[in-house]
Nanobody, 115 residues
Framework: QVQLVESGGGLVQAGGSLRLSCAAS????????MGWYRQAPGKQREMVAT???????NYADSVKDRFTISRDNAKNTWYLQMNSLKPEDTAVYYC?????????WGQGTQVTVSS
């Protein structure tokens, strides 16, 4: 089992920045891929950014060159640095990871970008 605790959401003006954090505990040795998804009102949940245990990253086209995913293995934590935020980035952001057997999700944190 893996437990995920997110932090760092909030309200920011367009053009601003926020950093989300996801702290993992439990069977962290079994994690393959970690990352962030988001879900805006009335829309499906979508991948924002992922990073594998080997360090390979993947980004949604809509956030490339604005968002950066990183991890701190010593703290069992990964981050999403979000720069140049736009109103369309407004959503609930979910921390995510998977193991060989299942996916795990955080509780979600609201990010609101005002115009």
């Amino acid at each position: 089992q893996v437990q995920l605790v997110e932090s760092g959401g909030g309200l920011v003006q367009a053009g601003g920045s926020l950093r989300l954090s996801c702290a993992a505990s439990g069977s962290i040795f079994s994690i393959n891929t970690m990352g962030w998804y988001r879900q805006a009102p009335g829309k499906q949940r979508e991948m924002v950014a992922t990073i594998t245990s080997g360090g390979s990253t993947n980004y949604a086209d809509s956030v490339k060159d604005r968002f950066t995913i990183s991890r701190d293995n010593a703290k069992n934590t990964w981050y999403l640095q979000m720069n140049s935020l736009k109103p369309e980035d407004t959503a609930v952001y979910y921390c995510y990871c998977n193991t060989r057997y299942r996916d795990y999700w955080g509780q979600g944190t609201q990010v609101t970008v005002s115009s």
